[in-house]
């Protein structure tokens, strides 16, 4: 059994790849699981209206294959469960079930949930912060009857940006079903003091996604040309620990995608056997 398992995120890989190429290359490149990207856009969001024998097909082919095991659900970006609207709250929550059946249904373990109350064209308040809290507070309820667990993810705009202000609302909402997941390149960019944030999610963190990051870019960067220091973030994270991390790059347009998920994988296996 390994000591920790290492995932890459889907969106690291060129999209016009099938489900098959993508899973035996992951493996091929020495990662444990992938982790399916579901955002904003109609062709994600169709995913989580898989039929029956949809779902049970891509159960065989990662059990083929590579597993996937967790789920990046960025579509709550434009249909946010604190908006103020209430069509676009309605649309997020159909979202949430429909998100947490599907994860169930595929052997997912992890929903790693944005952490915005609200986005686009509209302005965090407290009325948006209490319809967030009170929506949350239904999905970890959800959850819970399917054995999924929701984690926040630490974002880049000032709601959600740290571990701390995450654990505001898993110690509002005080269950076993929602955590953590922070994204350690935001951490940075919004802390001079990034592991002892995530110091504030201890016992609370189920994963992490690895991305690097400069002030002021949150993405499209390669491990090794931006700030974050994965060899402290990766002793704290072991010292809490937590086992499971991800890979979150993107493929670029004129990169080499395997060789920047080999390099991926090398620099992390070296991180993580150091830390």
């Known amino acids: ?32 699981y992938v ?9 994600k969001l169709a995913r989580l209206d898989w ?3 949809e779902r049970r097909d891509f159960v065989h082919l990662s059990a083929d294959r590579l597993p996937v095991t967790s ?11 604190g908006s103020h609207i209430p069509e676009i709250r309605a649309k997020g929550m159909e979202i949430m079930e429909n998100a947490i059946c599907f994860a169930h249904d595929i052997g997912v373990r992890i929903i790693q949930l944005a952490g915005y109350d609200v986005y686009y064209n ?25 054995g999924v ?21 898993v110690n509002k909402i005080n269950s076993p079903y929602l955590g953590v997941y922070p994204d350690t390149g935001n951490i940075c960019n919004a802390t001079k003091d990034p592991v002892g944030d995530l110091y504030t999610g201890r016992g609370h963190i189920f994963s992490a996604h ?16 931006g700030q974050v220091n994965f060899d402290e973030i990766s002793k704290a994270l072991l010292d809490m620990n937590v086992r499971r991390f991800t890979a979150e790059f993107w493929h670029l347009e004129g990169r080499d995608p395997y060789k920047d998920m080999e390099y991926a994988s090398n620099f992390f296996k070296k991180v993580l056997v150091n830390a």
């Open 210 to 225: 690895f991305k690097e990051t400069v002030p002021g870019v949150f993405r499209n960067m390669m491990y090794g040309d």
């Open 35 to 43: 982790e399916m990207s579901v955002d904003e856009t109609d062709a």
């Open 1 to 32: 059994m390994k000591n920790y398992l290492l995932g890459l995120y889907e969106k690291a890989m060129p999209s016009d790849w099938d489900w098959a190429k993508k899973l035996e290359t992951a493996g091929a490149k020495g990662f444990d």
């Open 122 to 146: 509209e302005t965090s308040d407290e009325e948006s912060k209490k319809l967030f809290t009170e929506n949350l507070a239904k999905s970890a309820h959800m959850a819970s009857a399917y």
């Open 71 to 81: 789920i990046c659900l960025s579509g709550h970006r434009k249909y946010t469960i």
């Open 149 to 169: 667990i929701l984690a926040l993810e630490t974002m880049e705009n000032d709601f959600m940006n740290t571990t701390e202000k995450a654990m505001e609302y």
């Open 51 to 53: 039929t029956q024998q």
